[in-house]
């Protein structure tokens, strides 16, 4: 697909590169001025903050409810896989906050994208498992790529695991094969985390693993497999969702509730990460 094609007919994706989410939020300027009928995408593969699409979709329901163009227009979000989200409470919750909103999305189960006619504004959708093919019309879409490590690591390489992603340890992050190697960030091949919050809390585990084994010890240091999501709710609210690698949720903060929607939380996103996100990038090597 042209990526300069975003943000022109309705079609958007927040995940190429920030011109293209910028784009996007255009062709859902466009959208939300007259409503029609909205389609939101979740790939198949593992996928990099698997809340974005969630919260593009909550936050594609509030412009509408803001625009007062509601009542004309229609959300329906395509799932590749049989659950929009692979932490349980997570995605009843979001599945009932979904219930209460203006225009409820509708969730559609195993329907993988494979096509867009962006002329027709005509999404395609298979059935994963029986190969059925659906076409469905939209005024907007937004796309969520199926992901893949990089050729290096996903082409056949020993490195990695059946999926294609590197083939670590989960709790030491220390290769199965190849004990001089440790994986950090979205390359891993764990069950959850293609976070930035992960990268963050695993990037000391790996450090302290990875010099015991240059000096001919065992990796001791454990990864829980943390992971956070800050998900928007609408405007003004959010839920600061953290979980463990075993799909448990989790809390840093005392007395915030991972699946209760709150200003706090709102803010922490909005103001406070990104100077956390900064700081993550500043590094030693
Ligand atoms: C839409 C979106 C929303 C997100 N929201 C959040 C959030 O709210 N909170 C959060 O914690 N995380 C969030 N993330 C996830 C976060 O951005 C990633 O987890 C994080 O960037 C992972 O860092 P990484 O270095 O492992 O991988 P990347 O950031 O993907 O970096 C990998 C780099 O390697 C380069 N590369 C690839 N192949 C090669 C090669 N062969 N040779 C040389 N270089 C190569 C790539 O170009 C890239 O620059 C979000 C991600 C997206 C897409």
Redesign the pocket.
């Known amino acids: 697909m042209d990526i300069l094609a975003f943000g022109q007919k309705g079609l958007g994706s ?2 190429h590169n920030p011109e293209t989410a910028m784009a996007t939020w255009h062709a859902m300027d466009t959208f939300r001025q007259k409503g029609g009928r909205a389609l939101m995408t979740l790939a198949g593969t593992d996928m ?2 698997a809340g ?1 699409p969630l919260k593009m979709t909550f936050m594609l329901a509030d412009r509408i409810r803001q625009a007062g163009t509601a009542s004309a227009s229609q959300i329906d979000f395509f799932a590749a896989k049989t659950a929009i989200f692979s932490v349980k409470p997570v995605a009843d919750k979001v599945l009932e906050l979904w219930q209460s909103l203006e225009v409820a999305p509708k969730v559609h189960y195993q329907r993988e994208l494979i096509g867009v006619d962006m002329d027709k504004q005509t999404a395609i959708f298979r059935q994963p498992e029986t190969g059925e093919q659906f076409s469905e019309d939209y005024d907007f879409i937004h796309i969520v790529p199926p992901m893949f490590a ?3 690591i996903f082409n056949n390489s020993e490195l990695a695991n059946e999926k294609g992603w590197l083939n670590v340890n989960a709790e030491t992050l220390q290769h199965t094969k190849y004990p001089n190697i440790f994986g ?4 891993n091949g764990t069950p959850r985390g ?6 963050k809390k695993s990037t000391p585990v790996v450090v302290h693993n990875l010099i015991r084994v240059m000096n001919g010890q065992t990796p001791d240091m454990v990864f829980d497999g943390y992971t ?3 998900m928007l709710v609408r405007e003004g609210e959010a839920m600061l969702v953290e979980f463990n690698g075993k799909g448990e949720l989790t809390t840093t903060l005392p007395l915030v509730d991972p699946l209760q929607p709150s200003y706090f939380a709102w803010y922490l996103e909005d103001v406070m ?1 990104k100077p956390a996100y900064m700081t993550v990038l500043r590094g030693r090597a």
């Open positions: 927040v995940y990099k903050c974005a990089t050729d290096v950090l960030g979205d390359i293609k976070t930035a919050a992960t990268v956070s999501c800050p990460l």
